[in-house]
Structures are given as C-alpha cells and as structure tokens.
C-alpha cells in the first residue's frame, strides 16, 4: 500500500506547548501535503511540501521532509484550543496521479 | 477563495434507493475526486476525474458510479444503496496534479437504513 502512516495515532498537550506530528509512506512521491479536518467537517489544506524542499513554514506550522527516510514531521508551535482538530498527511505518488491519505493523528490542545 | 460544496450535509436513505450526491465547485478547477471516510480506515478514493465526461476508478468504485458533464460539477452515484456504504462522503477538487493542494467540501454524512 502507498498509504501514508501517521504516528502518533492521538496527541493530547497542553495550550502553548508545541505538537509534533509524523509521517512515512512507502513510494517516490512528487509531494507531500497536511491537512486539518475539524470535527465532522471537509478537510483543509495547511502546507504542501515539494520533494525537493526539506523544510517550509506557514505562520506556526513547520514541515519537513526527509525523503531517504521516506518521512515527514508537521510541528505545531505554540499550540491553542482551536488546533484542536485530526491531521493528516497525504502524499503525491510519481506514478500516481492522486492524493493518498493516511489515517490521521487527533491533536487535542487542552486549556 | 475556492469554493467546494456539497449539496446535502446529511442525508439518510433507504436500502435499494438510487443516491446522488452532488459537487460543485466554483474556480474552473481540472480535477475533481470523490472520498470516503470511515473510523480506522482514514480516506478512500472512490472516483476521481481530470476532465468533463472523463472518469477514473479509485480503490473502491465497487457499487458507485460518477457523473462530469459540466467542469464543475462532478456527481456520486449509489446505484443501489446498502448499509455499508453508510460514511461520510467527502468531495474536493484541484486545479492540476503534482502540485496543487485539494480543497474539499464540507461533507455528507450518509445514513442508510
């Protein structure tokens, strides 16, 4: 399977903390996007690092990408109550022509 | 902003009912794609298209099918529906492979009973 695999699975921290979320996949990918889906709703798209960059950042999100390691880290700094939210990872196969998810990590920001 | 919605939020249907669930987006986006999204098993790809009357099978087409007569609407069919394909739908779009982000609509939760 190309799917990718988020660890960990839940995170539980406190407001101001930062969280530090990861993902590996197996294959060659051109891409790598996070996503943030809050409860029962779409997802949203934060951050779409390229095969060729090893870091990107985006206000309080810093991505990297490790592609002889086949991972990938998404580091929420400062975190508040409204990061509260699943995250996923989904990469962007060469040979693929589409997104694959993977199963998310649940990101809860405690007060 | 891009715009993707979904024409119902939630919806509950009978087993054996014929069901459409309808897409819309709004930027001129090329691709469009159909999800599903059950607890433990993260996002599947029913069907996707990168063009008007065009259509790809994901991993799981089995009992869907997908209509694209007009770019920016890109619809899911339930040819028969049944109990497990009771889940939330998601639909999103992109402008072009390889790199660009997806926007997605809000959902639908289906229920069918």
């Known amino acids: 399977s190309q799917q990718g695999e988020e660890d960990p699975q839940a995170l539980s921290i406190q407001e101001g903390e930062n969280a530090t979320m990861n993902c590996s996949y197996k294959t060659s990918i051109n891409n790598l996007q996070w996503y943030r889906q809050n409860s029962g709703r779409g997802l949203v798209h934060l951050i779409l690092i390229r095969s060729n960059e090893r870091e990107k950042h985006s206000g309080r999100l810093r991505v990297t990408l490790d592609t002889s390691k086949k991972s990938s880290s998404l580091l929420i700094t400062a975190s508040r109550a409204a990061d509260t939210a699943s995250y996923f990872c989904?990469?962007?196969?060469?040979?693929?022509?589409?997104?694959?998810f993977g199963q998310g990590t649940r990101l809860t920001i405690n007060p | 902003d891009v715009k993707v919605t979904q024409s119902s939020r939630y919806l509950v249907k009978r087993t054996g009912e014929k069901v459409f669930l309808e897409c819309v987006q709004d930027?001129?986006?090329?691709?469009m794609f159909w999800y599903r999204q059950d607890p433990g098993l993260g996002l599947r790809l029913i069907y996707f298209?990168?063009?008007?009357?065009?259509?790809e099978k994901g991993d799981i087409p089995e009992g869907y099918s997908v209509s694209r007569e007009k770019k920016e609407r890109f619809s899911l069919i339930l040819e028969s529906a049944s109990t497990n394909q009771t889940s939330m739908y998601l639909c999103a779009s992109s402008l072009g492979t390889g790199i660009y982000g997806y926007t997605f609509g809000s959902g639908t939760r289906l229920t069918v009973v």
């Open positions: 989904a990469t962007d196969h060469t040979l693929a022509q589409k997104l694959v």
């Open positions: 298209s990168y063009d008007v009357k065009m259509k």
């Open positions: 930027m001129d986006h090329e691709n």
